[in-house]
């Protein structure tokens, strides 16, 4: 009697062309990042490797908050011009 288990396997890695779909980052820039060390990778054979743990760390770490309201400066009244002709 066999039994199957439907299971939803996550994957946990992806190649760097899949990163560069990901994120829009270059897959170049991926790969010198992690043959610089500045990221973990794995290598197998002519595949490069990117976890997918690291993907999420690099956006966490450059993703800005968030601007409430406008960002644009003040007006050009508060600036001391004058308005009109």
Known sequence: MQCKVNRK???EFVSVKDAELMTGRSRWSWRRDAYEGKIASVKL????????????????????????????????????????A
Not at 67 to 73: I, L, S
């Open 9 to 11: 396997v996550e994957t």
């Open 45 to 84: 054979g002519a595949s490069l490797l990117l976890p997918i743990a690291e993907i999420r760390r690099v956006i966490a770490e450059n993703t800005r908050p968030a601007v409430v309201g406008n960002n644009r400066g003040p007006a050009p009244s508060a600036r001391g011009e004058e308005s009109g």
